[in-house]
Each structure stands twice: as structure tokens, then as C-alpha cells.
């Protein structure tokens, strides 16, 4: 029944690792979002996709790469990872068009580089 | 710099008393505000959102206020609950799909 889906729900790697992150929502949604949140529960919007297509690219790294397969999965890649990346990365998702344009949040995917 | 601010990060309330939460918002052309609230190891719920042609909703316990003059958004929580403890979110949002937070205000329930 859940809505949004992230696996791993925790990841631990060590620096210089690269690590995938995937995502998949069950809700319809032609839209899903990579947010990261930082140790003070800053939450930032990193990409957003809408029918497979970017429409959202924040300043971020090139070593973050999403992928989004169809419209009910959107994946991150991570190259290279680093101690700055250690955060809680979050997706969500969302209809655009609809009367409410509610992103809906997955459970987040812990990651902690050492 | 954001766009998005709440005034106090944190707010310890007295179970059954209510709650408000205030947020600041600098983008006069943000037309869509919705707040979230997020319990510990849990991604952000949906709880209440306000699009700027109104000033005041209304949901279970909880009321939105907007104030487009000052640029003020405000949740209240009637009758505060433990189960209300959480970090909760304002967003704002000008193109319907690019979500803006603030930084969040933890709210503590005291028995």
C-alpha cells in the first residue's frame, strides 16, 4: 500500500564508493523529485522529472545522475561519493495539472559516508 | 538566498492548548503554500496547503493563514496532541511544481 517506495532505507559507504539509490511511487504520478536533507532538516530540491523528462536540475554535482526508467520510478546515482553527500535523500511525487499539486514524500533513504 | 522562512525553530506547547506556527515567505509571486509535517525517521506528510486567491483554510484540527500584505503564513493546530510532536514545514511554490521549504519548527507536546 505504500505510496512512495525508497530503497535502501539506510546505506553506510565509505568515501570514494558509488552508490544508486531507487524510487518508485504507485499513486499515478507523471512527476517525481530528489530532495536532500541536510543535519539541520534543511530540505533542498536537487531534480524533478515529468514523464521521464528533466525538468528541475539545482545546482548539484555531476556526480549526482537520476534516472527515471518510466514514469513510476526515478533513480539517483551517486559517483565518487563524499563526506558532504552523507544526508537523508528523500523522493516525492506529484501530478502536475491536478487541482492539488501535492508532492507526496517517500520515507527517505539514510545515506552516511565514512 | 531562501525564499522561505518559519520565526522560531522551535515551540513547546501544553497538551490540549493550541498551536500556531508561523511562517515568512519573500516571493510575492508565490501563489501556492501547503505545510508539512515530519516525524522523527519519516519523510515530510502532507497536511494542509492554501493557493494565494484564499487567506484562510480549514482541516481536521488544523487552519492555514495567509496574509499576502505581509507575507506571513501561519498553521494553527487546535487541541495539541502528543501525536503533534514533529518537525513541521512551510513550502512555497510560483510555478506549481518547484517546492521552496523553510527551515522548520520542531514542536514539542507536553503533558
Known amino acids: 500500500d505504500t505510496a512512495v517506495s525508497q530503497t535502501p532505507k539506510y546505506l553506510v559507504t565509505q568515501m570514494g564508493n558509488d552508490k544508486s539509490i531507487k524510487c518508485e511511487q504507485n499513486l499515478g504520478h507523471d512527476t517525481m523529485y530528489w530532495y536532500k536533507q541536510d543535519s539541520k532538516k534543511f530540505l533542498k530540491i536537487m531534480f524533478s522529472?515529468?514523464?521521464?523528462?528533466?525538468?528541475i536540475n539545482e545546482t548539484v554535482p555531476n556526480r549526482f545522475s537520476p534516472k527515471s526508467p518510466d514514469k513510476a520510478h526515478l533513480n539517483l546515482h551517486i559517483n565518487s561519493l563524499e563526506l558532504g553527500d552523507s544526508a537523508v535523500y528523500f523522493c516525492?511525487?506529484?501530478?502536475?495539472?491536478?487541482?492539488?499539486?501535492?508532492?507526496?514524500f517517500g520515507p527517505g533513504t539514510r545515506l552516511l559516508v565514512l | 538566498g531562501e525564499s522561505v522562512g518559519l520565526h522560531l525553530p522551535t515551540l513547546s506547547v501544553q497538551e490540549g492548548d493550541n498551536s500556531i506556527i508561523n511562517c515568512a515567505y519573500s516571493n510575492s509571486a508565490s501563489d501556492y503554500f501547503i505545510w508539512y509535517k515530519q516525524e522523527s525517521g519519516k519523510g515530510p506528510q502532507f497536511i494542509i496547503d492554501i493557493r494565494s486567491n484564499m487567506d484562510k483554510r480549514q482541516g481536521q484540527r488544523v487552519t492555514v493563514l495567509l496574509n499576502k500584505t505581509v507575507k506571513h503564513l501561519s498553521l494553527q493546530i487546535a487541541a495539541t496532541q502528543p501525536g503533534d510532536s514533529a518537525v513541521y514545514f512551510c513550502?512555497?511554490?510560483?510555478?506549481?511544481?518547484?517546492?521552496?521549504f523553510g527551515a522548520g519548527t520542531t514542536v514539542t507536546v507536553r503533558a
Open positions: 513550502a512555497e511554490s510560483h510555478n506549481d511544481y518547484k517546492l521552496s
Open positions: 522529472y515529468n514523464n521521464k523528462e528533466l525538468i
Open positions: 516525492a511525487s506529484s501530478q502536475l495539472g491536478a487541482e492539488q499539486e501535492t508532492q507526496y
